[in-house]
């Protein structure tokens, strides 16, 4: 069983609008969130954390946290080309230390 | 604060043969973590380590190995490789002292096995 989902996408959007990126996770004893971005032959670049439900804003970045629906989002209000990336949602905490990462979801901004 | 090191940034090898990784964490870190990212399973988490003790351990082969030094600096070891161990292997640091800690990555080293 997966332990945290992602669309893999691709998701395409227009340059100006809002991209909006899902996940969801199966341990119900995660305790924190991340948001990771990611470009194509680099490393993740954390963009966001978030560990109690509701909604965390930074920038254009909001990330959204739903403990009961075991669901997490991230928002990019006014999407950019240089937001073009891999998007990698990842949880940890419950019992151990480790980051558990969703598979990802490209998304591609159009100009 | 310079961040989180590692090398060498590219590797290539043939199967039966060893490889070992270094990673140098952001000062001040005692936590390194390893991953294994490939194209078709993502980002696979292999081990952690704190204060020179393996704290946590992924679903990987003995073929794979580990350990830290008691500047944090932390090695990871893959004996005769195979030809699915290419991969991207990351490592990143935390403090490691929370579950709310925030890993910070290093920019990988490439391992091409022929």
């Known amino acids: 069983q997966k332990e945290v989902e992602q669309n893999s996408g691709p998701l395409s959007v227009p340059e100006g609008a809002i991209a909006s990126l899902n996940c969801t996770y199966s341990?119900?004893?995660?305790?924190?969130f991340f948001w990771y971005r990611q470009y194509s032959g680099k490393s993740p670049e954390l963009i966001m954390s978030i560990y109690s439900n509701g909604d965390k804003e930074d920038g254009r970045f909001t990330a959204q946290l739903n403990k009961a629906s075991q669901y997490v989002s991230l928002l990019i209000r006014d999407s950019q080309p240089s937001d073009s990336a891999t998007y990698l949602c990842a949880c940890s905490g419950g019992s151990n230390y480790k980051l558990t990462f969703g598979k990802g979801t490209l998304l591609t901004v159009n100009p | 604060k310079a961040g989180v090191t590692q090398t060498p940034r590219y590797l290539i090898k043939t199967r039966g043969q060893q490889v070992t990784l270094s990673c140098s964490p952001i000062s001040g870190h005692r936590s390194v973590s390893w991953y294994q990212q490939t194209p078709g399973q993502g980002l696979q988490f292999l081990f952690e380590?704190?204060?020179?003790?393996?704290?946590n351990k992924g679903n990987f082969p003995g073929r794979f190995s580990g350990r830290q030094f008691s500047n944090s600096r932390s090695e990871m070891n893959v004996s005769t490789l195979e030809l699915g161990d290419s991969a991207l292997y990351l490592c990143?640091?935390?403090?490691?002292?929370?579950?709310?800690?925030?890993?910070?990555f290093g920019p990988g080293t490439r391992l091409t096995v022929l």
């Open positions: 341990d119900r004893g995660s305790q924190s």
């Open positions: 380590y704190f204060s020179e003790t393996q704290r």
């Open positions: 990143a640091s935390s403090l490691g002292t929370g579950l709310t800690d925030t890993q910070y």
